[in-house]
């Protein structure tokens, strides 16, 4: 996220401030280091730790500040957005929060759609906004499709992150692993089925059991709320028909990823799924020449790619008028 940000930013000519995530500071304190390393003059680039309500609240309503940008949940993005408003009506770029829905079609290749599924929910311990946390499976493979997720996510490894050998590391901290506990939860009364995982992992670290629920319905907190969390929510479809509008039905709008073999219809879908990013038979893929960024409640704008350059610059018209001295 650093690099998205930085790059574009410092490419267009600016100077910047940049407040890492309090639960996150030591990656930005180090890119900190190695920009003083490069040779950077002092006061191009100023890292400010802090908390969000003090030191990023200072930015976001800082009248000298002229563009923001913000990577994070829904909830604090509308809290930087209200702030810039007020203050200058500075330029805001926002990541946001999603609920990304994943399609699986029968006609798919059903290993490559599993294992992609996998990562695409597991990543970084489901902490990643583009999550594809609502799989809607086709009926005729669904069965299989669970069987093999659940064995899937009873093969990951958890422990120590520095071990190459650990598949994942700890929540980052017990606020988030509780949050996560408790839309497991919900899932349970609500009438999910709870197929592994569910709960914490040890008693030491904020680690949580990868979690995968079977016979999740739209209704349900845990096919509408941001988990940010190793749970994997599987639900079925039986037409095509119903599928477009169920997987629209959701506030956010970052990515989406729908796995077939049929041409026409992963355009129709990629075509109608209302989400920023729209993968076709793979997952979390990115280049850098990519605008990466979310329709509806997912954010405002764009970064990577030329769009993420722009952001970063303010359009000026200048219109001469040339006098001819004749």
């Not at 996220?1 to 490419?11: F, R």
């Not at 829904?74 to 408003?85: F, H, K, L, N």
């Not at 692993?177 to 009364?189: T, V």
Request: hydrophobic residues 40%; neutral net charge.
């Amino acid at each position: 996220m650093q690099a998205w940000k930085l790059a574009p930013a410092l490419a267009a000519g600016n100077t910047i401030v940049l407040k890492p995530a309090e639960q996150t500071p030591l990656t930005a304190l180090y890119v900190g280091e190695l920009i003083k390393e490069a040779g950077f003059p002092p006061g191009v680039v100023n890292i400010v730790p802090g908390f969000g309500p003090t030191a990023g609240g200072a930015l976001a309503s800082h009248k000298g500040v002229d563009k923001i940008a913000f990577t994070g949940s829904t909830e604090v993005g509308q809290i930087v957005m209200e702030a810039a408003a007020k203050s200058n009506l500075k330029r805001v770029t926002l990541e946001l929060g999603g609920k990304s829905p994943n399609i699986i079609f029968k006609d798919a290749d059903l290993d490559n759609a599993i294992q992609s599924s996998h990562v695409g929910l597991f990543f970084n311990q489901g902490q990643c906004c583009c999550a594809g946390t609502r799989i809607f499976v086709e009926e005729d493979i669904y069965d299989k499709f669970v069987e093999k997720s659940v064995a899937s996510a009873k093969n990951r490894k958890l422990g120590n992150p520095f071990d190459s050998k650990t598949d994942q590391g700890p929540q980052i901290d017990d606020t988030q692993m509780n949050k996560i506990l408790d839309l497991i939860k919900s899932g349970k009364d609500q009438g999910a089925k709870m197929l592994c995982g569910g709960g914490r992992y040890g008693d030491k670290g904020y680690f949580v059991e990868p979690t995968v629920f079977a016979d999740v319905q739209d209704n349900m907190r845990i096919a509408n709320e941001e988990i940010f969390g190793p749970v994997m929510q599987i639900l079925k479809f039986k037409t095509v028909d119903e599928l477009l509008e169920r997987a629209n039905k959701t506030m956010y709008g970052l990515a989406a990823s729908v796995f077939t073999k049929d041409i026409e219809k992963a355009m129709y879908f990629s075509s109608g799924l209302r989400a920023g990013t729209v993968w076709i038979n793979c997952y979390d893929v990115f280049s850098a020449q990519a605008p990466f960024g979310g329709f509806k409640m997912s954010g405002i704008g764009r970064e990577l790619g030329e769009y993420g350059l722009q952001a970063y610059s303010e359009i000026k018209t200048v219109s001469p008028i040339l006098l001819l001295l004749l």
